[in-house]
């Protein structure tokens, strides 16, 4: 089936500093989700990206879709300690199912 | 409040020992899904099911069954649970396949 690497696996920072993950896909995608797991807590959807290019901000998150509708990023800026949890992407391709990306699991230092 | 309930949150069991955990979502959605969450693997897939009576593998079906026979509820069975099914499991409905999905609070299995 579709694979969807997401990197890093880990990210410590320092409030204040920004973050980012990274998801690729090796095939287009239809479209591309992220999601936000809290420690102890379910995953919750953030947003959705469908068109190639597509750039979406949320207060400090800014969401990226590639070009060639491959790759997505996520990127938070000067981070909090309310932004600690595993970011997740979810990839949909020809087969409309979601596939998971492994997830980063950021931590912010106060 | 829209939801998908999952019930229990936590159990314990042991070895061959058949249980189900039940999935409720009152949002009258055609999709619903179970994942399986360990450390470092993320959400892997289990089984889904496009609508009632419809229902398919996921990446990492063995050891599991599920049945649709009404559209809110998606009960997953471990007919004999082995300790690799240790695990926190998430159920979760949308409105279809590539749709933004609801999960339910997780159940956490443990299996001895």
């Known amino acids: 089936g579709q694979q969807v690497m997401q990197i890093p696996q880990y990210q410590h920072v320092q409030e204040g500093e920004d973050f980012t993950t990274y998801c690729n896909s090796s095939t287009t995608l239809s479209n591309i989700q992220w999601y936000k797991q809290r420690p102890g807590g379910h995953p919750v959807f953030l947003i959705q990206l469908v068109k190639s290019g597509e750039v979406k901000k949320q207060k400090r998150l800014t969401f990226q879709f590639g070009e060639a509708k491959k790759n997505s990023s996520l990127h938070i800026t000067a981070t909090q300690t309310t932004d600690v949890g595993t970011y997740f992407c979810?990839?949909?391709?020809?087969?409309?199912?979601?596939?998971f990306g492994s997830g980063t699991q950021l931590t912010v230092l106060p | 409040e829209a939801q998908v309930t999952q019930n229990p949150r936590y159990l314990i069991t042991v070895t061959g020992k058949k249980l189900t955990v039940t999935c409720s979502q009152n949002?009258?959605?055609?999709?619903m899904s179970w994942y399986r969450q360990d450390p470092g693997l993320g959400l892997r897939q289990i089984y889904y099911s496009m609508n009632v009576e419809v229902t398919d593998k996921g990446d990492v079906p063995e050891g599991y069954k599920v049945s649709r026979k009404e559209k809110r509820n998606f009960p997953l069975i471990l007919e004999s649970p082995s300790p690799n099914q240790t695990s926190l499991y998430f159920c979760?409905?949308?409105?279809?396949?590539?749709?933004?999905?609801?999960f339910g609070n997780g159940t956490r299995l443990t299996v001895t």
């Open positions: 979810a990839a949909s391709g020809s087969a409309r199912q979601l596939t």
């Open positions: 949002m009258n959605h055609e999709y």
């Open positions: 979760a409905s949308s409105r279809q396949g590539n749709s933004p999905l609801h």
